[in-house]
């Protein structure tokens, strides 16, 4: 039996990533982790304190709880990055260092790392940006991803280090708060409309970016973890892909069940960072190693986040 330790749990993926490896494995054998205090669902299950930043803790945790799989979510994001650019560097690159070098010294079976489309940059390819090509990240966000994906692959092939990693799209989710990133307004968006309010985006109308509804990543995620090692031909970062919208698109798509919902567009540094990334994303090396495919189309998302977030906020969620 595995046991698991998720660093950054308390996040937008971290908390529903924690909850599926609860189900996958059982509560009793995995340890969420964060920075923060535990959100009120977490706080009955086995939770710690922990900065990812601080190595001889990660080691101490590790082998207390006998941790076999480390999920390192920790990060700060492009959006918050620009903004604190030399500590975004410090805490995604040496954050990911403590985690690979005890995943060598303690000999753990498997590490999980995200990246992110963010790797890609102004000369990438802009549709269907394929697994191998050009990557000239413009944020600070980007550039520890692309770092990091090389280190992930430095691990593996000088010291057997399982280190497995997707390159995630904008990620939407219901059931936590927007985080810091450029793809939040797809986020945010559904709360405003639910309250019946005007939204006001930071990026223009017509801004493409490849996005995914959360269940779909969630269970990319742990595909490409049970994935058999033999299998996996990508060693820094795996391409993934679900949807490409613009925020007009989503607006409209919202509309189908909130027809006077209202968007205005206020662009702002974000669109820039908007602007560097690709449309859409090739995603064919996943498929054909772990039989990746998304289950969501644009409205299939929209109604599900609907409902359900009608729901929580009803309950008293995000008062």
Request: with cysteine; aromatic share 10%; glycine share 6%.
């Amino acid at each position: 039996m595995e046991r698991i330790l998720v660093i950054g749990s308390g996040g937008q993926l971290g908390s529903e990533l924690t909850e599926a490896l609860k189900e996958k494995w059982g509560t009793e054998n995995v340890v969420a982790s964060d920075i923060n205090d535990p959100r009120p669902e977490q706080a009955k299950d086995t939770f710690i304190k922990l900065d990812v930043l601080d190595k001889e803790e990660i080691y101490a945790v590790i082998q207390e709880y006998k941790i076999t799989q480390v999920y390192n979510l920790a990060a700060v994001l492009s959006a918050v990055g620009e903004k604190k650019p030399h500590f975004a560097w410090k805490l995604n690159m040496e954050g990911l260092f403590n985690v690979l070098e005890a995943a060598k010294d303690l000999k753990l079976n498997k590490v999980y790392w995200p990246s992110s489309i963010a790797v890609f940059g102004p000369t990438t390819p802009k549709k269907d940006v394929p697994q191998y090509t050009i990557c000239n990240p413009t944020t600070v966000y980007g550039i520890s991803k692309l770092a990091g994906e090389q280190w992930c692959d430095y691990y593996r092939s000088k010291w057997g280090v399982d280190v497995r990693s997707l390159r995630y799209p904008g990620l939407i989710g219901y059931k936590a708060l927007p985080g810091g990133g450029t793809t939040d307004y797809a986020v945010d968006i559904y709360h405003k409309a639910l309250e019946g309010q005007t939204y006001e985006c930071f990026l223009s109308e017509n801004t493409y970016l490849p996005m995914m509804y959360m269940p779909d990543a969630i269970r990319a995620t742990l595909q490409l973890m049970d994935a058999p090692e033999e299998q996996l031909s990508v060693h820094t970062s795996y391409n993934l892909g679900a949807l490409s919208f613009t925020p007009e698109e989503i607006a409209a798509s919202i509309r189908k069940s909130i027809p006077d919902f209202k968007i205005s567009y206020a662009p702002d540094f974000r669109q820039q960072i908007a602007d560097s990334w690709p449309d859409s994303i090739d995603d064919s090396q996943a498929q054909q190693d772990w039989g990746w495919k998304p289950a969501y189309d644009l409205d299939g998302m929209t109604g599900d986040i609907l409902k359900n977030l009608k729901a929580l906020k009803e309950e008293g969620h995000f008062a």
